[in-house]
């Protein structure tokens, strides 16, 4: 009989009733530490009290207004994020997929009304996630992602990750209208793309006229380390797609764009009747009022090198089960030689909670306010779930 929930998702058999900072508590009241804060969307921790203000103080003048009127929360988020971006405009949505949704549509209608409708395609790369629409899946383009969803959304180039030379230069021709890359890819195992590689994808996508749009769902907000990750590289978007850690937990998502890729996106070519909501924005400004500031950026790249060290040391002490490090700032993952479910299930038994990804990898995504001493404390309970997984193999 199936359950009241579509069965969709393979959850561990673990339900919270609480959480503070890095830590969620069961409902059997049993503490656990949290490494991967809602798959990076819990930026600013559970509860956090910044958030919890903004929130209540809107939730006590007004919730919901449709896009039919202005709004001032939306207003004052947006030029936020303008004056602190590449951005000149921004389009609120409710998720990271609802932004690939809107990137695409806003990439081809560039093109359209500059009198190139045939320039359709999107070039994207392997290993990518950029949700679970019918086009952010077709965009991914595995099977994993598409078998039993056909047909599929034409319009999209599939490369290897990392592809260059020849191989990207002969894919751009006249029908592509935008290269779509992740400048870290999340679900993909952890895999930063090097800056010279997105700096060589501005440079080519300035040649050929094609738009550059980042998907920086996962990776940006303070992530690693910058307010968004590409900027470690300098090699700005046309176009990018945001959700997760922007709303500290709260459903919010955007696509930041300049003017001229935005310039098709008219009166009537795109809407949503929550995207842009009061409450969402009241939190989303005062995540970003906090994330933005220089000495929390600072703070975050200093306690991801922390991290990191200590990481390397846990990697050297059990190389039966871990083979390195990878990632950017506090956005890492530890490539497995063991199965990484295996890590992530005797993670449970130690009261620490990390996300399993693609290539073997263990996702450690905590909330950016981690402190020093439950850096320490995760890399104690990660070298007892090592030790039990290496025990359990040698059973076997």
Same mark, same amino acid.
């Given at each position: 009989?199936?359950?009241?929930v %579509?069965?969709t998702?393979?959850?561990?058999p =673990?339900?919270f009733e609480?959480? !503070?900072?890095?830590? =969620? ?8 530490l949290d490494?991967g ?9 559970h ?10 103080a809107?939730?006590n003048?007004?919730? +919901?207004l449709?896009?039919?009127?202005h ?7 947006a030029d ?5 971006t590449f951005?000149?405009?921004v389009?609120f949505t ?11 549509k806003?990439a081809?209608?560039?093109w359209?009304?500059?009198g190139q ?8 790369f ?6 679970r629409?019918s086009?952010a899946i077709?965009a991914?383009?595995? !099977?994993?992602?598409?078998k ?9 180039? +599939?490369l290897p990750?990392g592809a260059h030379g020849s191989v990207?230069?002969?894919?751009i ?6 290269i779509?890359v992740e400048p870290v890819q999340?679900e ?5 793309l090097?800056?010279?590689c997105?700096?060589?994808?501005r440079?080519l996508?300035?040649e050929?006229g094609? %738009? %550059?749009?980042y998907d !920086?769902?996962?990776?940006g ?5 910058k307010?968004?990750a +590409?900027e ?15 709303g500290?937990?709260?459903p919010?998502?955007a696509?930041l764009?300049?003017?001229a890729?935005a310039?098709?996106m008219?009166?009537?070519? +795109?809407g949503?009747t929550y995207?842009?909501?009061?409450l969402?924005c009241?939190?989303g400004?005062?995540?970003?009022d906090?994330v933005a500031?220089p000495a929390?950026?600072?703070?975050v790249?200093r306690?991801?090198?922390l991290?990191?060290?200590r990481l ?5 002490s059990h190389?039966?089960i871990f083979?390195e ?5 506090l956005?890492l993952g530890?490539k497995?030689?063991a199965a990484n479910t295996?890590?992530?299930?005797a993670g449970?038994a130690?009261h620490?909670?990390t996300?399993p990804?693609a290539?073997n990898v263990?996702?450690?995504l ?6 020093d001493? !439950? ?8 070298d ?7 025990a359990k193999?040698?059973?076997?």
């Open positions: 009989m199936i359950p009241s %579509l069965p998702y393979n959850r561990a =673990l339900s609480s959480g !503070e900072g890095s830590w =969620l508590v069961a409902t059997d009241g049993t503490r656990y490494l804060a809602g798959i990076a969307v819990n930026a600013l921790g509860a956090n009290p910044a958030l919890v203000a903004a929130l209540t809107q939730a003048r007004i919730w +919901h449709s896009n039919l009127y709004i001032p929360e939306q207003e004052a988020l936020a994020l303008v004056e602190k951005a000149d405009t389009f409710n998720s990271g997929t609802e932004a690939c949704e809107l990137a695409v806003m081809r209608k560039y359209y009304d500059k409708p045939d320039r359709v395609n999107i070039v994207t392997s290993g990518a996630f950029h949700g629409s086009a077709a991914v383009g595995s !099977e994993k992602m598409t039993g969803f056909g047909p599929l959304l034409p319009g999209f180039i +599939h990750f990207l230069q002969n894919a021709d006249d029908t592509v209208a935008a779509l999340g993909g195992g952890i895999r930063p090097p800056d010279a997105l700096k060589g994808l440079d996508c300035d050929t094609a %738009l %550059l749009i !920086e769902v996962q990776c907000m303070g992530r690693t380390g307010l968004f +590409h470690w590289s300098g090699a700005a978007p046309d176009i990018m797609m945001i959700a997760k850690g922007i500290g937990g709260f919010l998502g696509v764009a300049t003017e890729a310039a098709g008219t009166v009537g070519t +795109h949503s995207g842009g909501n009061p969402a009241a939190v400004k005062a995540v970003l906090i500031e929390f950026l600072d703070e790249n306690k991801a090198g991290f990191r060290q390397e040391g846990l990697v050297a190389p039966d083979e490090v990878r990632g950017a700032g956005m530890l497995c030689r295996d890590l992530v299930q449970y130690q620490l909670l996300v990804a290539d263990v996702r450690l905590p909330a950016l306010t981690i402190t001493d !439950e850096i320490a404390e995760a890399v104690t309970r990660l007892a779930a090592a030790t039990a997984v290496a193999e040698a059973r076997a």
